[in-house]
T-cell receptor, first 113, second 111 residues
Framework: NAGVTQTPKFRVLKTGQSMTLLCAQDMNHEYMYWYRQDPGMGLRLIHYSVGEGTTAKGEVPDGYNVSRLKKQNFLLGLESAAPSQTSVYFC????????????FGSGTRLTVV | EDQVTQSPEALRLQEGESSSLNCSYTVSGLRGLFWYRQDPGKGPEFLFTLYSAGEEKEKERLKATLTKKESFLHITAPKPEDSATYLCAVRGETSGSRLTFGEGTQLTVNP
């Protein structure tokens, strides 16, 4: 009964460091998404995937890369972290046009100093 | 481009004081309007989906309604445990599976 699991939950990076956020879902969902949530700006789509081996850019993709090598996993990478990437990152998954939208993970709070 | 605007940004109520949250949207061909609840430090949790003007859905003290331009989340006799941020999102006909979210309304219910 895990749903969507994000790791890590918290991370502090120095400017210029790299890291990967992992999202795993056990619901056999085809679609997966990465959002960032910032005060006053709501949830903004970074990248998404419509199936294993596919990725696409969302609203704010610059500075991020993603990979979906396995259907259940969606990785978000930051190659050279910047303070502007300080945010809370949420992963979500869904079937095609699910009537309840998305199932979200519990988030990763990232601080770049 | 789909757009969602929620108001107010924050709302403080006394326990038992009913009120409504607003979600105004512009979308090319609505394929669903979604309400979520988000507690601090957690991901959003699904509440309702509405598809057409005139549709209403209820869950405990919450009722969501939909017109062609906006949706309302009515909260009747709220309790402190209803305190949370409420998010509205839309899916348009050109969006595929993607949702566009509003900034949310932070609701605080005081005992």
């Amino acid at each position: 009964n895990a749903g969507v699991t994000q790791t890590p939950k918290f991370r502090v990076l120095k400017t210029g460091q790299s890291m990967t956020l992992l999202c795993a879902q056990d619901m056999n969902h085809e679609y997966m998404y990465w959002y960032r949530q910032d005060p006053g700006m709501g949830l903004r789509l970074i990248h998404y995937s419509v199936g294993e081996g596919t990725t696409a850019k969302g609203e704010v993709p610059d500075g991020y890369n993603v990979s979906r090598l396995k259907k259940q996993n969606f990785l978000l990478g930051l190659e050279s972290a910047a303070p502007s990437q300080t945010s809370v990152y949420f992963c979500a998954s869904s079937f095609w046009k699910d009537s309840y939208g998305y199932t979200f993970g519990s988030g990763t709070r990232l601080t770049v100093v | 481009e789909d757009q969602v605007t929620q108001s107010p940004e924050a709302l403080r109520l006394q326990e038992g004081e009913s009120s409504s949250l607003n979600c105004s949207y512009t979308v090319s061909g609505l394929r669903g309007l979604f309400w979520y609840r988000q507690d601090p430090g957690k991901g959003p949790e699904f509440l309702f989906t509405l598809y057409s003007a005139g549709e209403e859905k209820e869950k405990e003290r919450l009722k969501a309604t939909l017109t062609k331009k906006e949706s309302f989340l009515h909260i009747t006799a709220p309790k402190p445990e209803d305190s949370a941020t409420y998010l509205c999102a839309v899916r348009g006909e050109t969006s595929g599976s993607r949702l566009t979210f509003g900034e949310g309304t932070q609701l605080t219910v005081n005992p």
